[in-house]
T-cell receptor, first 114, second 109 residues
Framework: DAGITQSPRHKVTETGTPVTLRCHQT?????MYWYRQDPGHGLRLIHY???????DKGEVSDGYSVSRSKTEDFLLTLESATSSQTSVYFC?????????????FGPGTRLTVT | KNEVEQSPQNLTAQEGEFITINCSYS?????LHWLQQHPGGGIVSLFM???GKKKHGRLIATINIQEKHSSLHITASHPRDSAVYIC???????????FGKGTHLIIQP
């Protein structure tokens, strides 16, 4: 247990509604990541953060925004949810950047957009 | 873009067998990661390596940088090893990981 929680754990929402997922860590790690996991695609990077207010886009960032106002919290927002954003979302943290340390994953959030 | 290919996609074996899962990638990397995901979703980091070999209990991971290839071995496999094993790489200068699609392993008693 690397002190990572995600909320909510499950959510069903309607197309067009905004949704915010929260990742909270107690480890004070600088680097945080949001991934989505889909059958046939594996895990893919959405956004990442390398410090408070420092974020950047990943491979599949369209339709998503993030914010990090405190070291311990990294928020992922779907401004207007679409059915293609139905997925399982994982947050991860690491001590170092560039993949040069192990990543610790949260338990995941299963999001269904109807 | 770094492509990560794993083989086999699915593997069913009997308890006690020696298991090998392979991972190949297309461009240079800073490090390679092996992860385990049990049914129900939790993802656990098994190894991070940039050269040579690492061992933890019955698990062994090797990497050949020149051939852009890594293997994960499980000795004396057990039904509790049943899980999806995921290979991921970190390209130099990039943040986040690029993942393979995973190998679904079932160990039958």
């Amino acid at each position: 247990d690397a002190g990572i929680t995600q909320s909510p754990r499950h959510k069903v929402t309607e197309t067009g509604t905004p949704v915010t997922l929260r990742c909270h860590q107690t480890e004070n790690h600088r680097y945080m990541y949001w991934y989505r996991q889909d059958p046939g695609h594996g895990l893919r990077l959405i956004h990442y953060s390398y410090g408070v207010k420092d974020t950047d886009k990943g491979e599949v960032s369209d339709g998503y925004s993030v914010s990090r106002s405190k070291t311990e919290d990294f928020l992922l927002t779907l401004e207007s949810a679409t059915s293609s954003q139905t997925s399982v979302y994982f947050c991860a943290i690491s001590l170092r950047d560039r993949g040069l340390s192990e990543q610790y994953f949260g338990p995941g959030t299963r999001l269904t957009v109807t | 873009k770094n492509e990560v290919e794993q083989s086999p996609q699915n593997l069913t074996a009997q308890e006690g067998e020696f298991i090998t899962i392979n991972c190949s990638y297309s461009v240079g990397i800073s490090a390679l990661h092996w992860l385990q995901q049990h049914p129900g979703g939790g993802i656990v980091s098994l190894f991070m390596l940039s050269s040579g070999k690492k061992k933890h209990g019955r698990l062994i991971a090797t990497i050949n940088i020149q051939e852009k290839h890594s293997s994960l071995h499980i000795t004396a496999s057990h039904p509790r090893d049943s899980a999806v094993y995921i290979c991921a790489v970190s390209p130099p200068g990039a943040d986040g990981l690029t993942f393979g699609k995973g190998t679904h392993l079932i160990i039958q008693p």
